[in-house]
Nanobody, 127 residues
Framework: QVQLVESEGGSVQAGGSLRLACTAS???????????WGWFRQSPEQEREGVAA????????YYADSVKGRFTISRDNDENTVYLQMNNLKPEDSAVYYC?????????????????WGHGTQVTVSS
């Protein structure tokens, strides 16, 4: 079993920054097999959407067009932690952000690729 815990989100004004962290716990052996880490978000009006992902071993990164150039995903394999640095935040970035881990290959932005999810953390951006 793998558990994912996101750090607390927060509230910022437009143009501000936040950094989210997600730490995985469980079998250290199992954690070495995480293929991809992902960040998703969901607002009340929209379906859950992929924001960014990073290869657990390759380090390759993927971003939604809406966040390219503003968000940066990174990972610390020694700490089993993935980060999402969010800069120049906009009101439309307001959502509950979820961390996810995938043990199989697939579309990085597809919910079905990921087998483990955190409980989510709220990010609110005011104009």
């Amino acid at each position: 079993q793998v558990q994912l815990v996101e750090s607390e989100g927060g509230s910022v004004q437009a143009g501000g920054s936040l950094r989210l962290a997600c730490t995985a716990s469980g079998s250290s052996y199992a954690l070495t097999f995480i293929l991809n880490w992902g960040w998703f978000r969901q607002s009340p009006e929209q379906e859950r959407e992929g924001v960014a992902a990073i290869g657990g071993h390759s380090g390759m990164t993927y971003y939604a067009d809406s966040v390219k150039g503003r968000f940066t995903i990174s990972r610390d394999n020694d700490e089993n932690t993935v980060y999402l640095q969010m800069n120049n935040l906009k009101p439309e970035d307001s959502a509950v952000y979820y961390c996810a881990a995938a043990f199989r290959a697939g579309n990085w932005a597809s919910i079905g690729t990921y087998g483990y999810w955190g409980h989510g953390t709220q990010v609110t951006v005011s104009s």
